[in-house]
């Protein structure tokens, strides 16, 4: 079982910069791809953007690139999504999710609460 703890969201004016971490409690986080996901209200969640187990592969959704970026730091178990030049349309809740696989397509078993992000015009 994998726990997630989000932090890093808030409000803040378009074109603002925030990070959001995801905080993972388990040992082997390494062994996890992670993933960020979006839901605003009234719409579907939004695949935002992913990363691998070791990092070396990422995957970030055209409606956010190139303003966001993920990463990770497996000696701290937690993975990041820097948002950079954002927009209102931005505005959402951001939950990152797990899955036990290495590359970050499939399907992800491990969600935490949800961080919510609010850009103002």
């Known amino acids: 079982q994998v726990q997630l703890v989000e932090s890093g969201g808030g409000l803040v004016q378009a074109g603002g910069s925030l990070r959001l971490s995801c905080a993972a409690s388990?040992?082997?986080?390494?062994?996890?791809?992670m993933g960020w996901f979006r839901q605003a209200p009234g719409k579907e969640r939004e695949f935002v953007a992913a990363?691998?187990?070791?990092?070396?592969?990422?995957y970030v959704a055209a409606s956010v690139k190139p303003r966001f970026t993920i990463s990770r730091d497996n000696a701290k178990a937690t993975v990041y999504l820097q948002m950079n030049r954002l927009k209102p349309e931005d505005t959402a809740v951001y939950y990152c999710?797990?899955?036990?696989?290495?590359?970050?397509?499939?399907?992800?078993?491990?969600w935490g609460q949800g961080t919510q992000v609010t850009v103002s015009a």
């Open positions: 999710g797990a899955r036990d696989g290495k590359t970050w397509r499939g399907l992800y078993e491990y």
């Open positions: 990363i691998s187990s070791s990092g070396d592969s990422t």
């Open positions: 388990r040992r082997t986080f390494a062994s996890n791809a």
